[in-house]
């Protein structure tokens, strides 16, 4: 699947209109899941869990001074049903586990995972029996932000490190397809996946 975007420029009187377009006009060309992965990788709503001292600096991502809604990602979401990154800032308790692995669940395909810290990535310094040593334990982690505690331009780092992951992540579950089948008026056999 071609991931390049071509413009072609309307400029000749005898080149066809396309549709309700008007002759001079800019037509783009590219595929549903590029438009789709676009859209998605600039419009990321992390879901709110902050569990330490990281927290903190990861409020301050979305302050004036960091202003994470320049990458479109400053829309913290208190559910899961509204989120498709988790960060998890901070340390990870045994007891919290099986919590944070409840809300994971809970959010919808497709979904992230940001561990943000070193503690949330490796325990930190507390090596100990009452925290979790690295929350790729108990979910899935996209993209490790080291630190302690990263400053807000490491988690912007990190946000956009998984838009480049999120730009090339194709459509592969039911509901994904039937979206793509939903845009796409030719049906779901168009769909590569
Ligand atoms: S990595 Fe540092 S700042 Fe972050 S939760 Fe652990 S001790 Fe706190």
Do not use: D, S, Y
């Given at each position: 699947?071609?991931?390049?975007?071509?413009?072609i420029v309307l400029h000749d009187s005898s080149t066809p209109v396309i549709g309700d377009m008007e002759k001079g006009g800019n037509v783009v060309v590219t595929s549903l899941e590029y438009l789709l992965a676009q859209a998605r990788a600039n419009s990321l709503w992390p879901l709110t869990?902050?569990?330490?001292c990281?927290?903190?600096?990861?409020m301050s991502t979305v302050a004036s001074r960091f202003d994470l809604a320049r990458f479109g990602s400053e829309a913290f979401?208190?559910?899961?049903?509204?989120?498709d990154v988790m960060i998890i800032a901070g340390r990870l308790s045994k007891k919290m586990a099986p919590v944070l692995r409840q809300i994971y669940d809970q959010m919808p395909e497709p979904k992230w995972v940001i561990s943000?810290?070193?503690?949330?990535s490796s325990g930190g310094v507390y090596n100990n029996y009452a925290i979790v040593q690295g929350a790729d334990q108990v979910v899935p982690v996209d993209v490790y932000v080291p630190?302690?505690?990263p400053s807000p331009d490491a988690l912007i780092y990190g946000i956009l490190k998984l838009q480049e992951k999120v730009k090339r992540h194709k459509a592969t579950t039911f509901g994904e397809l039937r979206l793509a089948e939903a845009f796409n008026p030719r049906g779901l056999e168009e769909v590569d996946v």
């Open positions: 699947m071609p991931k390049k975007v071509e413009t869990f902050g569990l330490a990281c927290a903190i600096e990861m979401r208190a559910t899961p049903r509204q989120a943000m810290g070193a503690c949330a630190g302690c505690p």
